[in-house]
């Protein structure tokens, strides 16, 4: 059976979560956070050397880094594509996944470690202020690029299992998708009406 590593707040290994469940994929979920794992079990360290999450141990392969992942599944695993069949628009969805990790979802793992993880008299309100900012921008783009859509590049695709669970964390972190993003707030709605975005939380 495929076996992932991951840990419960990793918005991360949601993405890898929710190809798992597009795709009705069954597989053994290991938390890396949990008392008694050992993190230099040699099969983790093979399939994460960084001992990051997600990583997915699948027969021979072993591999990390969700969109990696992602693309990986829905490239041996046929069913339920998430993916177009074009190649250049393969390569449009990929370059543009590559690019907001690093200026939209980046901001969002930043607000989680100011806001959740470091001790409250360690938090910089004004850091969270600005990654605030920063992450409305993003969505501002996002509502942008759902105008008459119903999906980021029209399907449901990788793309759009890129942003979800981080997303969808935003309310945790003193957020949430502003009300005037019509679009964004819409697609939202479509994702959670997904039965993969409540099969990606267990």
Known sequence: MLKLYCFPRSGNSREVKIVLAEKNLSFQAVDIKAPGFDREDPEFKK?????????????????????????????????????????????????????????FVLKIGLLVIETLLKPKDQQNEETKAKLRAEITEGMKELDRMLEGKPFLFGDYSLADVSVTPHIAALPILGSGVPGEFKNLTAWFKRIQERPSFKQSTQ
């Open 47 to 103: 399939a994460s050397p960084k001992a990051k999450v997600p990583a997915i141990v699948d027969g021979e392969v072993y591999m990390s880094e969700a969109y990696e992942i992602n693309e990986y599944l829905d490239k041996k695993y046929t069913k339920n594509p998430l993916m177009p069949k074009d190649e250049t628009a393969c390569k449009t969805i990929r370059d543009w996944v590559a690019a907001h990790d690093k200026k």
